[in-house]
């Protein structure tokens, strides 16, 4: 028996500077694969075939607004921002921690500034759209996502590297 791990620290970077004490959550890009239904000739039902990955997005907030994320408002470079999301996941039976960290190159695709009231905690929240994606588990890669590149490496296994080197892509 095992107790889960649990979120209990985190920090994000942004282009390398820290947000230490700014940033309140970030939603990670969610893995989704687009797959479509296909029955052929034969075949007694339908099957989902793989035609790659969907678009990935993150979200996150901080609690206030931002300039250096204002400034990279409308980057040209579909990879133009980087972005680091590194957490702290425990085990509270064991004490053992987990170092997680997402890397995500893209760039901003909503800036939320919200309502601001006098008094009061104002959230900033920040829609990034996903080029490139890095998910590091206790300082080994296991998904790597490079969209303009064509790769999709799962713990160590590039899975398109057939398909590219098919078309003469090495």
């Given at each position: 028996m095992g107790?889960?791990?649990?979120?209990?620290?985190?920090m994000?970077f942004?282009s390398g500077a820290?947000y230490v004490?700014?940033v309140?959550?970030f939603t990670?890009?969610?893995l989704?694969?687009?797959?479509?239904?296909?029955?052929?000739g034969?075949?007694?039902?339908?099957?989902k075939?793989?035609?790659?990955?969907?678009?990935?997005?993150?979200?996150?907030?901080?609690?206030?607004?931002?300039?250096?994320?204002?400034?990279?408002y409308g980057v040209v470079?579909?990879?133009?921002?980087?972005?680091?999301?590194?957490c702290?996941?425990?085990?509270d039976?064991?004490?053992?921690?987990?170092?997680?960290e997402?890397e995500?190159?893209?760039r901003?695709e909503?800036?939320d500034?919200?309502?601001q009231?006098?008094?009061?905690?104002g959230?900033?929240k920040v829609k990034?759209?996903?080029?490139f994606?890095?998910l590091?588990?206790?300082?080994?890669?296991l998904?790597?996502?490079?969209?303009l590149?064509?790769?999709?490496?799962?713990d160590?296994?590039d899975r398109?590297a057939?398909l590219r080197a098919?078309i003469g892509i090495?």
């Amino acid at each position: 028996m095992g107790l889960p791990r649990k979120l209990k620290d985190l920090m994000l970077f942004n282009s390398g500077a820290a947000y230490v004490g700014q940033v309140a959550s970030f939603t990670l890009p969610k893995l989704t694969r687009k797959l479509d239904d296909w029955r052929g000739g034969g075949m007694d039902g339908v099957i989902k075939i793989d035609l790659g990955s969907e678009a990935m997005e993150a979200e996150w907030s901080t609690g206030g607004p931002m300039r250096d994320v204002l400034a990279q408002y409308g980057v040209v470079g579909v990879a133009g921002v980087g972005l680091r999301f590194a957490c702290a996941y425990q085990q509270d039976d064991t004490g053992e921690v987990d170092s997680v960290e997402v890397e995500v190159r893209g760039r901003h695709e909503e800036i939320d500034m919200g309502e601001q009231k006098l008094g009061e905690g104002g959230e900033f929240k920040v829609k990034t759209a996903i080029a490139f994606y890095r998910l590091v588990w206790n300082g080994v890669t296991l998904i790597e996502i490079d969209v303009l590149a064509g790769t999709l490496i799962v713990d160590g296994i590039d899975r398109r590297a057939e398909l590219r080197a098919a078309i003469g892509i090495y």
